[in-house]
């Protein structure tokens, strides 16, 4: 049973710093990119970053480019996310994702592009 499970989240004040965990299970992780997205409350799926299967490539939103970093770890079957500079507006759900297909990288938020969700992490940037 493929599981994701984000932690890390929390409250924070503006221009602080969280690093965010999805643990995977079930499936092998390796082989797959990544990505994270997010949902602000009332608002639509942002896609936030996602990372190669190897982690050597990386991408990033507008929004956060810059001020967060992706990276995982295969061996310990986890990707992090690394949020610095925290905003007001980055005040959200954030989801972990898994690809539907290996060797795609997702940058989009559809959600037919992924089959596998975590539950989410909530981040509360507020002063």
Not at 3 to 20: A, D, I, K, T, Y
Not at 89 to 109: N, S
Request: aromatic share 12%; charged share 15%.
């Amino acid at each position: 049973e493929v599981q994701l499970v984000e932690s890390g989240g929390g409250l924070v004040q503006p221009g602080g710093s969280l690093r965010l965990s999805c643990a995977a299970s079930g499936f092998t992780f390796s082989i797959y990119a990544m990505s994270w997205v997010r949902q602000a409350p009332g608002k639509g799926l942002e896609w936030v970053s996602a990372i190669n299967s190897g982690g050597s490539s990386t991408w990033y939103a507008d929004s956060v480019k810059g001020r967060f970093t992706i990276s995982r770890d295969n061996a310990k079957n986890t990707l992090y996310l690394q949020l610095n500079n925290l905003r007001l507006e980055d005040t959200a759900t954030y989801y972990c994702a898994k690809p539907a297909h290996t060797l795609v990288v997702e940058t989009t938020a559809r959600k037919d592009k992924y089959n596998y969700w975590g539950p989410g992490t909530q981040v509360t940037v507020s002063s």
